[in-house]
T-cell receptor
Framework: AQTVTQSQPEMSVQEAETVTLSCTYDTSESDYYLFWYKQPPSRQMILVIRQEAYKQQNATENRFSVNFQKAAKSFSLKISDSQLGDAAMYFCAYRSPKIIQGAQKLVFGQGTRLTINP | DTEVTQTPKHLVMGMTNKKSLKCEQHMGHRAMYWYKQKAKKPPELMFVYSYEKLSINESVPSRFSPECPNSSLLNLHLHALQPEDSALYLC?????????????????FGNGTRLTVT
């Protein structure tokens, strides 16, 4: 079974600085999908960025980028120019390529609570 | 704005009550999910409906009863709950997975219902 580990329960960063959240995973599959979700106090889980394992290029979405190291099974999230609105719980998630009756099963890490200091 | 709408936002119920949570989406997604999330923990999958049929039940107690009346609506009927069932209940939806193009389609989450069982 796949597992996802986020080793940093809490992180803090000064506004406008850069922070990196770590995520490692364990799998025997070669083709899979990785996601970072953000959950602010509003409670909604919001997709931040996604990465397909077969793509070597790291995904980027505006101030958010990932460092995907497939051999090391590492998928860290870098947030540049941190803003107060980035404060949230961040979850790393793994998705197998195996289809379960047309639906997808995500394996979540335990989450990292990110605080932005003004 | 969320494309997955959950009602109510908050619910307080006694252990002998019967209540229902509602989830609605109009994105044409054919897979819908119920998750349970305890404080400071990742979401835990409860049920998945694919094409209006229950495809995954993660050994959830029978006091939780899901229903999918049509492709846009998902309900979770609650009866004889316990205080430990107090949690945030999240609904999500996704396009059906049928080919590599849809593999990286993420889950779309609602804002959740905060349930308190007294």
């Amino acid at each position: 079974a796949q597992t996802v580990t986020q080793s940093q329960p809490e992180m803090s960063v000064q506004e406008a600085e850069t922070v990196t959240l770590s995520c490692t995973y364990d799998t025997s599959e070669s083709d899979y999908y990785l996601f970072w979700y953000k959950q602010p106090p509003s409670r909604q889980m919001i997709l931040v960025i996604r990465q397909e394992a077969y793509k070597q290029q790291n995904a980027t979405e505006n101030r958010f980028s990932v460092n995907f190291q497939k051999a090391a099974k590492s998928f860290s999230l870098k947030i540049s120019d941190s803003q107060l609105g980035d404060a949230a719980m961040y979850f790393c998630a793994y998705r197998s390529p195996k289809i379960i009756q047309g639906a997808q099963k995500l394996v979540f890490g335990q989450g990292t609570r990110l605080t932005i200091n003004p | 704005d969320t494309e997955v709408t959950q009602t109510p936002k908050h619910l307080v119920m006694g252990m002998t009550n019967k209540k229902s949570l509602k989830c609605e989406q109009h994105m044409g997604h054919r897979a819908m999910y119920w998750y349970k999330q305890k404080a400071k923990k990742p979401p835990e999958l409860m049920f998945v409906y694919s094409y209006e049929k229950l495809s995954i039940n993660e050994s959830v107690p029978s006091r939780f009863s899901p229903e999918c009346p049509n492709s846009s609506l998902l309900n979770l009927h609650l009866h004889a709950l316990q205080p430990e069932d107090s949690a945030l209940y999240l609904c999500a939806s996704s396009p059906p997975i049928s080919g590599r193009g849809a593999y990286n389609s993420p889950l779309h989450f609602g804002n959740g219902t905060r349930l308190t069982v007294t």
